[in-house]
């Protein structure tokens, strides 16, 4: 006979332990961020070796632990123990990933010459390691953000297969991930990149002056991408020696804010592009996972967030009319303030590199992965409002199948109370929801379900409410 648990619990809390294989994994995505750290220490290495054997190794350790860690076990829920490991709970290893993330985004923003970035010059260390795959791509040294932005899909493709594994039960998941990866791979990294190559977004005006480096990344739209409109980025993508695709990206760039958001948001509600094609979102789905029962689900928070979320929103507007108010009639200034310093800087300082990168990512072990997207992200308040009042996407729920687990709220990225809509039987049609579908995922008994339909009185209460105390009839 064994001996008991020590917890004295009936069902032993730790029922899989790390076998050989699993130990394998971790070795070989150890010996990825180890080979990243000696980089970063200057150490001299063979640059494209161990460039292709840091990545390589972080791609196929990981793999190969989740692959054994979840295909061991049946299909289904696998957030086991999440309330009691430190890195998930807000323990000490929650703290030290915390601190290590935020400072590594603190570096990238506003101190790149720590990771060896040498604008003009021959880079070292860290940034050095990644200049044979810059220079394969367009032939030039790499830059912090091009370090970030291969670290960045390398993530998401890693740990989006590790998601695959540990959803498996789950076609919308599957799904859903599969497009997550797909276009953080294509449109966000390789097609930007292959175009810098091609020298279609970084141009010069005809005296030779440089205008800058036009984001050629498709699926970030304004108001996401807030320097959209800024004369630089306006002034590239107009210049004639790249007029095809810069014209293009124009064109598609106010397209996808004017008609294609608010058509594709009636129909698909804000998920088509928060949990299938943002960068964010993706990041936040696939490596934010592990963290996504941190986000507070208080109605105080529910209040911070209308006000935080429509408050960002408002200001990236009123920056981008003082914008193009300053690059259609040449002037610095509007209403007697200049532009760039009472509201391009402020903005870029505090959201689009303080929220959106330090506290967005680094802060996931603390308040969740999706503290940019439910806090910040004007793209989802813009999207949030069209999904709100006019609509054919909600969450439908069957009140009478509800146990009041608890797991969809407990899980809902967002911080949305899921079982109190779910115990009543009444539609979720909410503003902050970015239709990831974990919610449903999670339930064991399939009582959420992720629908489109009529927009017609998708908000109204059910004729029979269900509740935990009666039934009552809704008048």
């Known amino acids: 006979m064994s001996a008991a648990d020590p917890s004295l619990s009936i069902a032993n809390p730790h029922p899989h332990k790390t076998d050989a294989i699993q130990k394998a994994g971790l070795a070989l995505a150890g010996l990825g961020l180890l080979t990243l750290f000696l980089a970063w220490g200057n150490v001299p290495l063979p640059k494209t070796l161990s460039l292709a054997f840091a990545l390589g190794g972080i791609i196929c350790g990981t793999t190969l632990y989740s692959w054994r860690l979840y295909m061991k076990q049946p299909e289904g829920v696998k957030n086991n123990g999440v309330m009691f490991k430190s890195l998930t709970s807000r323990g000490v290893l929650g703290w030290v990933a915390g601190v290590v993330l935020t400072a590594f985004y603190v570096i990238i923003y506003w101190y790149p010459e720590y990771l060896g970035y040498k604008p003009g010059g021959a880079n070292e260390g860290f940034v050095a390691l990644f200049d044979p795959l810059s220079r394969f791509f367009k032939g030039k040294p790499a830059s912090q ?277 779910a115990q009543r039987g009444q539609n979720i049609v909410r503003a902050s929801c970015v239709g990831c579908g974990i919610c449903s995922a999670v339930c064991p008994r399939g009582v959420l379900k992720l629908e489109n339909g009529p927009d017609e009185k998708r908000m109204d209460a059910p004729a029979i409410i269900v509740g935990n105390d009666s039934v009552s009839l809704n008048q």
């Open 145 to 421: 953000w091009f370090l970030y932005g291969t670290l960045y899909t390398v993530s998401i493709l890693a740990l989006g297969i590790k998601f695959l594994f540990k959803y498996r039960h789950n076609a919308y998941q599957i799904k859903r991930t599969l497009v997550v990866i797909a276009a953080q791979l294509f449109l966000a990294y390789l097609i930007p990149e292959i175009l810098a190559g091609l020298n279609y977004n970084d141009a010069t005006n005809p005296q030779g002056e440089y205008l800058g480096y036009y984001d050629t990344d498709i699926k970030n739209t304004w108001p996401l991408d807030y320097d959209f409109f800024y004369d630089w980025h306006l002034d590239a993508m107009r210049q004639k020696a790249y007029q095809p695709v810069g014209m293009l990206y124009l064109v598609i760039g106010i397209a996808m804010f004017l008609v294609f958001t608010p058509v594709l948001t009636y129909f698909f509600g804000k998920r088509w592009y928060c949990s299938w094609v943002c960068g964010c979102g993706g990041l936040a789905e696939t490596a934010g996972d592990p963290f996504r029962h941190l986000s507070s689900k208080k109605l105080s928070a529910w209040k911070l967030e209308r006000w935080l979320i429509h408050g960002v929103m408002i200001f990236v507007f009123v920056m981008t009319a003082a914008t193009l108010y300053g690059y259609f009639w040449n002037t610095g200034e509007v209403f007697g303030l200049n532009i760039y310093n009472n509201f391009q800087k402020p903005y870029g300082f505090l959201i689009g590199a303080t929220f959106s990168g330090v506290i967005g990512v680094g802060f996931y072990p603390m308040l969740g992965s999706r503290v940019w997207c439910r806090f910040g992200c004007p793209m989802a308040g813009y999207m949030g409002i069209i999904q709100r009042f006019k609509s054919r996407f909600r969450i439908t729920t069957n009140g009478g199948q509800c146990i009041s687990c608890g797991n969809c709220s407990t899980y809902c990225e967002q911080g949305i109370d899921v079982r109190w809509y």
